[in-house]
């Protein structure tokens, strides 16, 4: 099971850039890694997918080593609203090794 | 937009009662998931559905059970609710593997 570990809690200004890692040891070959962004009292939303080197959306970008093990997220220029918790997912096609992380606490200040 | 809506926002529900959470997407997707969200913990994976009648068994399915009669419904059982199932409970489909994840608003459920 590829168990994925994240900072609980990260803290920035707005006009930042933010980097949230996740580390993910035990990824196996068909995995893909996914990261949500949540806000309270909603589901979990999609922000960006990878399976390695870098993918980049109108959001964010997505850095993924060549060895697999960690990948971060990466958050341009932030505002108030990305307050928000970020959780890694890493899976594949079977979904029977789906492990989200503990989710990481970003807090925007102004 | 997929739209993936959850019966209730909120249930309370007593000790030893039969509790229904009700899951509908509205996209054709194949695949669709119950977790339970609970603070420190994350989410963790109940159980998941591939197919109509198919489920698999996620993490922690230990005093649930699920129903997928149909391709857009998947339900979420509890048999006889217990107070250490009180949780966030979210229901999300997807359209194959490695597939984005569409989340419900989520049902908070107090058991009492």
């Known amino acids: 099971l590829a168990k994925t570990t994240q900072p609980i809690s990260m803290d920035s200004y707005e006009g930042q850039e933010v980097n949230i890692t996740c580390s993910h040891n035990n990824i196996a070959t068909n995995d893909y890694i996914t990261w949500y962004q949540q806000f309270p009292s909603q589901g979990p939303r999609f922000i960006i997918q990878?399976?390695?080197t870098k993918v980049t959306n109108e959001v964010a970008s997505l850095f993924i080593p060549a060895d697999r093990k960690s990948s971060t997220l990466s958050l341009p220029r932030v505002s108030l609203s990305d307050t928000a918790v970020y959780y890694c997912l890493v899976g594949d096609e079977g979904y029977s090794t789906l492990t989200f992380g503990k989710g990481t606490m970003l807090l925007v200040s102004p | 937009d997929v739209k993936v809506t959850q019966s209730s926002r909120y249930l309370v529900k007593r000790t030893g009662e039969k509790v229904f959470l009700e899951c509908v997407q509205d996209?054709?997707?194949?695949?669709m998931f119950w977790y339970r969200q609970d603070p420190g913990l994350g989410l963790r994976l109940i159980y998941f559905s591939y197919d109509v009648k198919m489920k698999e068994k996620g993490d922690i399915p230990e005093g649930y059970s699920v129903s997928r009669e149909k391709k857009e419904r998947f339900s979420l059982i509890l048999e006889s609710a217990s107070t250490n199932q009180t949780s966030m409970y979210l229901c999300?489909?997807?359209?194959?593997?490695?597939?984005?994840?569409?989340f419900g608003p989520g049902t908070r459920l107090l058991v009492l």
């Open positions: 996209m054709d997707h194949e695949n």
């Open positions: 990878g399976y390695k």
């Open positions: 999300a489909s997807s359209s194959g593997g490695n597939g984005v994840q569409y």
